[in-house]
T-cell receptor, first 110, second 116 residues
Framework: DAKTTQPPSMDCAEGRAANLPCNHS???????VYWYRQIHSQGPQYIIH???NNETNEMASLIITEDRKSSTLILPHATLRDTAVYYC???????????FGKGTRLHILP | GAGVSQSPSNKVTEKGKDVELRCDPI?????LYWYRQSLGQGLEFLIY????????KSGLPSDRFSAERTGGSVSTLTIQRTQQEDSAVYLC??????????????FGEGSRLTVL
């Protein structure tokens, strides 16, 4: 059963920030939020994850709402190479399996 | 090698034949996953190995599918009596079993299986 809800597709202009939403309204206190992306014909690539606090790395930022029921992945300056399917995943514990949902297909427009 | 290695990269077989797909995880990674991805579809979880624990086989679609992991390293996914609906890309991933980032999976390039 999917624990997350994402829009099936989104468009973003090149150079602008891409904000990808994810709802996880049934998330529990010990569940982590992970983001992956899959560029066409490649294996998925880890982007970022978080528990409660906002996180930032060289690829993206993850904003988690205070009630943890939703999060947003931010790609600050989208490029054409960011065109991919983005997956938001909720994982129960460190040794739990990782299940991918349907994700959001992000189109970066030139 | 530095990454997850899968073989063969491509496999064409006839319906009813058995196939074996191999995965060499990153050295030191205790967690290993198998997924499959049919054309235009999402990733379907198949099986998960974590250290010495019993594998989570909840995603295997039928008893024709099995997987083993020898010595906590190399894994083999076996499909018996292949069917056309088994045609897909089979992806292997590994991750560290401990620490903050156990959910960072490293994927191989996949094995593309075509059943004629």
């Amino acid at each position: 059963d999917a624990k997350t809800t994402q829009p099936p597709s989104m468009d973003c202009a090149e150079g602008r920030a891409a904000n990808l939403p994810c709802n996880h309204s049934t998330i529990s206190g010990n569940e982590y939020v992970y983001w992956y992306r899959q560029i066409h014909s490649q294996g998925p690539q880890y982007i970022i994850h978080g528990l409660k606090n906002n996180e930032t790395n060289e690829m993206a930022s993850l904003i988690i709402t205070e009630d943890r029921k939703s999060s947003t992945l931010i790609l600050p300056h989208a490029t054409l190479r960011d065109t991919a399917v983005y997956y938001c995943i909720v994982r129960v514990a460190r040794d739990d399996k990782i299940i991918f949902g349907k994700g959001t297909r992000l189109h970066i427009l030139p | 090698g530095a990454g997850v290695s899968q073989s063969p990269s491509n496999k064409v077989t006839e319906k009813g034949k058995d196939v074996e797909l191999r995965c060499d995880p990153i050295s030191g990674h205790t967690a290993l996953y198998w997924y499959r991805q049919s054309l235009g579809q999402g990733l379907e979880f198949l099986i998960y190995f974590q250290g010495n624990s019993a594998p989570d086989k909840s995603g295997l679609p039928s008893d024709r599918f099995s997987a083993e992991r020898t010595g906590g390293s190399v894994s083999t996914l076996t499909i018996q009596r292949t069917q056309q609906e088994d045609s897909a890309v089979y992806l292997c991933a590994s991750s560290l079993g401990k620490g903050w980032n156990t959910g960072e999976l490293f994927f191989g390039e996949g094995s593309r299986l075509t059943v004629l």
